[in-house]
């Protein structure tokens, strides 16, 4: 499975973005997706995930209530709708996809391909 993600950009405290994240292959629909961040001189840290069905979605409480995953499986894509972005939501963003197949999200899913980032700049 090969992921491009795009979408970042320069946007204003309270704005919103949508990033997307294509994928390659015919497994997308059976792989639950998530997305990362990775704020400069900071870890990696999970996001938001959606399990290969688009049933359900799991949420880093940092965002939650402010960010949605979902995904539009003929279409291969993932995507994060961002609201309310704050100065603290700059990093760089990576979609990713489980390794396995038909899991459900929650802590401790493991991703194994991963796209190449997207910059989110939120200036205040």
């Known amino acids: 499975v090969q992921l491009q993600a795009s979408g970042g950009g320069l946007v204003q405290t309270g704005g919103s973005l949508r990033l997307s994240c294509v994928a390659s292959g015919r497994t997308f629909s059976r792989k639950a997706m998530a997305w990362f961040r990775q704020a400069p001189g900071k870890d990696r840290e999970f996001v938001a995930a959606i399990n290969w069905g688009g049933s359900s979605a799991y949420y880093a409480d940092s965002v939650m209530g402010r960010f949605t995953v979902s995904r539009d499986s003929p279409r291969n894509t993932a995507y994060l709708r961002m609201n309310n972005l704050k100065p603290e939501d700059t990093a760089v963003y990576y979609c990713?996809?489980?390794?396995?197949?038909?899991?459900?999200?929650?802590?401790?899913?493991?991703?194994?391909?991963w796209g190449q980032g997207t910059l989110v700049t939120v200036s205040s």
């Open positions: 990713a996809a489980e390794k396995t197949e038909f899991s459900e999200v929650g802590p401790g899913l493991s991703y194994d391909y």
